[in-house]
């Protein structure tokens, strides 16, 4: 199986920062495209920024240039550096990851359980 444990969330002031990490672990052969997404109470999950393992980004426009995803391909492991924050960017925040288990099976997508994030004066 494959596992992916985010870390980082908590609680900042409007203006601070914060850094999110996600390893995934277990039985992987490759791993595309990582991800981090975040779902705040009553709405629907919705996507912050992807990371392909070339290491091209895509971002929600409501978080370019405050945010900045990045990638240790050795370590498996995805993080989202976090500035400028504002109180609509609280929620709970997941990461995901297209994996390949093995070179004869297709690709899936895993989802860590979510770390929140506040953002609160």
């Known amino acids: 199986q494959v596992q992916l444990v985010e870390s980082g969330g908590g609680l900042v002031q409007p203006g601070g920062s914060l850094r999110l990490s996600c390893a995934a672990s277990g039985m992987i052969f490759s791993i595309n495209a990582m991800g981090w997404y975040r779902q705040a109470p009553g709405k629907q999950r919705e996507l912050v920024a992807t990371?392909?393992?070339?290491?091209?980004?895509n971002y929600a426009d409501s978080v370019k240039g405050r945010f900045t995803i990045s990638r240790d391909n050795a370590k498996n492991m995805v993080y989202l550096q976090m500035n400028s924050l504002k109180p609509e960017d609280t929620a709970v925040y997941y990461c995901n990851a297209e994996v390949r288990r093995d070179p004869r099976l297709p690709l899936r997508t895993y989802w860590g359980q979510g770390t929140q994030v506040t953002v609160s004066s």
């Open positions: 990371i392909t393992s070339g290491g091209v980004t």
